[in-house]
């Protein structure tokens, strides 16, 4: 019997239970060999949904606007120059409005606290499509992207190489839940917050997997089944960049690092990439690389999201 999320915000990945997630993936394997088959699925008639983004994207509005629109519905793009939120209308009023004229809320925000002060106050579903806390909606494709390449997600060890950041904690999160080893390696001070390793290790605790955090990046990616990094300097925070990027040169994905892990890798990236930074062509280009795959990812699993949630 399918799971009920109909309603349902996505704030964060800790919403949502192990048989949601698994549900969600289910429909977006439907959902893509559907697209693959030329086989229309506009389960979405006429809905509407609102995109706010306070922060630009290419995937985030390309993936949310074709997907409400091959369900069925349209998307309003809504740049913070568009609303009222920037000549000092509340979020919460802002909820309230947008609730009366939509069916579903998508925001990329800067801080976390927009996106739930959105869903606390909309009575139709928010979604979060990336906060400074949290990237619910790239971690459910990255999980896709992994089940599609290795059948069975249980016992796989993923290695996260980079800022402790929002994208880190989501995986760590998602890894948690679903029983995926998690190892990341960070330099001194770019570390995950202790509370999101604390949570994360308390919920590994009942899945029987590891969380390991630290520097050391041989033990990160020792058989590591993925190989993951991100940017070392997030949109919008430029300040230190050069010292930052000296602090992270070690930790650059690089072709000697692949070597170290299972013979199987496969290397993700949510992507922009600063090529040359935080992996080289090589890599990015190479092989194990899977991104285009996870990038793609991006459309389907946000619509099986969409799908499960607007009412």
């Known amino acids: 019997m399918a799971v009920s999320m109909k309603g349902k915000h996505l704030t964060s990945i800790l919403d949502f239970s192990v048989e949601e997630i698994y549900e969600i993936l289910k429909v977006a394997e439907t959902l893509k060999l559907e697209r693959l088959r030329g086989i229309p699925h506009p389960v979405l008639p006429g809905r509407n949904l609102a995109m706010i983004f306070e922060k630009p994207s ?11 629109n091959q369900l069925g519905g349209s998307g309003l793009y809504l740049s913070s120059k568009d609303l009222q939120l920037g000549r000092g209308e509340t979020v919460a009023d802002t909820a309230r409005v947008l609730s009366r004229y939509v069916d579903g809320i998508m925001a990329r925000v800067f801080s976390h606290k927009t996106i739930v002060e959105l869903a606390e106050n909309s009575s139709v579903s928010v979604i979060n499509g990336l906060s400074d806390f949290v990237h619910p909606c790239q971690t459910l494709a990255d999980i896709f992207t992994m089940q599609e390449k290795f059948g069975s997600l249980k016992g796989l060890k993923m290695a996260y190489i980079g800022d402790g950041n929002n994208v880190c904690n989501s995986l760590m999160f998602i890894c948690a839940k679903l029983g995926i080893n998690f190892y990341s390696a960070s330099p001194g001070g770019f570390l995950p917050k202790q509370d999101v390793i604390d949570l994360s290790q308390k919920m590994a605790k009942e899945t029987g997997c590891r969380i390991v955090n630290g520097t050391n990046l041989n033990e990160a990616v020792s058989d590591a089944h993925v190989i993951y990094t991100d940017v070392w300097v997030s949109m919008g925070d430029d300040s230190g960049k050069e010292e930052g990027i ?10 000697k690092l692949i070597e170290k892990a299972n013979k199987d890798v496969i290397v993700m990236h949510c992507l922009p990439a600063h090529r040359g930074e935080e992996i080289t062509d090589e890599v990015l280009d190479g092989p194990h690389s899977v991104v285009w795959d996870e990038a793609e990812n991006r459309l389907h699993v946000q619509k099986a999201i969409m799908s499960l949630l607007i009412r």
């Open 246 to 255: 000296k602090k992270f040169l070690p930790y650059q994905v690089r072709q």
């Open 58 to 68: 290419t995937r985030t509005r390309v993936s949310f606007e074709v997907g409400i």
